[in-house]
C-alpha cells in the first residue's frame, strides 16, 4: 500500500538553526499538509498546500516557517530560527483531492536544544 | 466547526467487541463523521467515515444514530495492536482541501 514517507525520523538541532523537515507524499495526490504535535498535547494543523501554493495557515505558522515542493515528489516544511518550542512530532499528510482521508506519514521528531 | 465530545479514556479486553462513543450534538447536515486513530509513536491513521447510514470496513464498523447526535466507533474483536487514541472528527465537504481538527480523542487500553 502505498504510504507516505518522512525524513529525518528524529532531527536534533540547537536554538536558533535551521531545520528542513522532509517529506515524500503518496505519488498521486495533490493536497499536502503538515500538522505538528507536542508531546502529550493534541495534532495540530499547521498547514495546506495545493498547486504550488499555500491554501491556508494556522497561526502557529508564522514566518519562521515555510514549505516548498522542490520537485514532483518532495514536500518540505522549513523553519527558519528553531526555538525551544518548536520541538514536537511533525507530521506531514496528503490526499489525491481535497475532500478525501488524509494519509499521514510516522512523522519527525525535532527535538531543540 | 461542530465539535465532538468523547471519554478520555476506555478500557477493553483482548478479543472482546469495544464500542467508542461520540457525541456530536450540533452536526451539520453537510458535516461527515470521521474516526482516525493514532497508535503510539506513530501519525493518525484513517479508519472509517460515514454520514447518515451504518459503514463497514476492514478495520470497524461506524454506527450512527438516527439523529446524526452520536455515532458509536465498533471494533469488533480488540487486538493489542487496536490500543491508541481514537478521534472523532467531524469534516465539512465543501470541496477543494479541508484540513482536519483533532481534538482530544479517546485512549483505548486493551487488556491481554
Known amino acids: 500500500e502505498p504510504e507516505v514517507t518522512q525524513t529525518p525520523s528524529h532531527q536534533v538541532t540547537q536554538m536558533g538553526q535551521e531545520v528542513i523537515l522532509r517529506c515524500v507524499p503518496i505519488?498521486?495526490?495533490?493536497?499536502f499538509y503538515w500538522y505538528r504535535q507536542i508531546l502529550g498535547q493534541k495534532v495540530e494543523f499547521l498547514v495546506s498546500f495545493y498547486n504550488n501554493e499555500i491554501s491556508e495557515k494556522s497561526e502557529i505558522f508564522d514566518d519562521q516557517f515555510s514549505v516548498e515542493r522542490p520537485d514532483g515528489s518532495n514536500f518540505t516544511l522549513k523553519i527558519r530560527s528553531t526555538k525551544l518550542e518548536d520541538s514536537a512530532m511533525y507530521f506531514c499528510a496528503s490526499t489525491r483531492q481535497g475532500r478525501d482521508i488524509q494519509y499521514f506519514g510516522a512523522g519527525t521528531r525535532l527535538s531543540v536544544l | 466547526d461542530a465539535k465532538t465530545t468523547q471519554p478520555n479514556s476506555m478500557e477493553s479486553n483482548e478479543e472482546e467487541p469495544v464500542h467508542l462513543p461520540c457525541n456530536h450534538s450540533?452536526?451539520?447536515?453537510?458535516?461527515?463523521i470521521h474516526w482516525y486513530r493514532q497508535l503510539p509513536s506513530q501519525g493518525p491513521e484513517y479508519v472509517i467515515h460515514g454520514l447518515t447510514s451504518n459503514v463497514n470496513n476492514r478495520m470497524a464498523s461506524l454506527a450512527i444514530a438516527e439523529d446524526r447526535k452520536s455515532s458509536t466507533l465498533i471494533l469488533h474483536r480488540a487486538t493489542l495492536r487496536d490500543a491508541a487514541v481514537y478521534y472523532c472528527i467531524l469534516r465539512l465537504y465543501s470541496g477543494g482541501y479541508q484540513k482536519v481538527t483533532f481534538g482530544t480523542g479517546t485512549k483505548l487500553q486493551v487488556i491481554p
Open positions: 450540533t452536526i451539520s447536515g453537510t458535516d461527515y
Open positions: 505519488s498521486n495526490h495533490l493536497y
